[in-house]
């Protein structure tokens, strides 16, 4: 059984960084897509960011493109998110998610593209 642990979480002010790691277990790490969403309280569930199963490509979206970073070490089963120049609207609480197939280029950026989820790490960002 495929299980993801996120942590890293808490929180900083605006301007600061944080780095979130997602440790993955139960199954061959390498070679699945692994995502970055976020939820903040009355939104939906928003893609951040992703990277490919072989961690060549990766794909931010325009909110964080610039100040955060993804990668993942397939060694230690575990993807990071660094995050940095934080700011308020970062807030929510952040997830990571796994593919249930294998693709070593292709960036899935829907939630309905990812199977397997963990159970979510808050950031809270002060002004």
């Known amino acids: 059984q495929v299980q993801l642990v996120e942590s890293g979480g808490g929180l900083v002010q605006a301007g600061g960084s944080l780095r979130l790691s997602c440790a993955a277990s139960?199954?061959?790490?390498?070679?699945?897509?692994m995502g970055w969403f976020r939820q903040a309280p009355g939104k939906e569930r928003e893609f951040v960011v992703a990277i490919s199963g072989g961690g060549t490509r990766t794909f931010y979206a325009d909110s964080v493109k610039g100040r955060f970073t993804i990668s993942r070490d397939n060694a230690k089963n575990t993807v990071y998110l660094q995050m940095n120049s934080l700011k308020p609207e970062d807030t929510a609480v952040y997830y990571c998610a796994t593919t249930m197939g294998t693709n070593y280029y292709y960036i899935p950026t829907r939630l309905d593209e990812y199977h397997y989820w963990g159970q979510g790490t808050q950031v809270t960002v002060s002004s």
């Open positions: 139960g199954r061959t790490f390498s070679g699945h897509a």
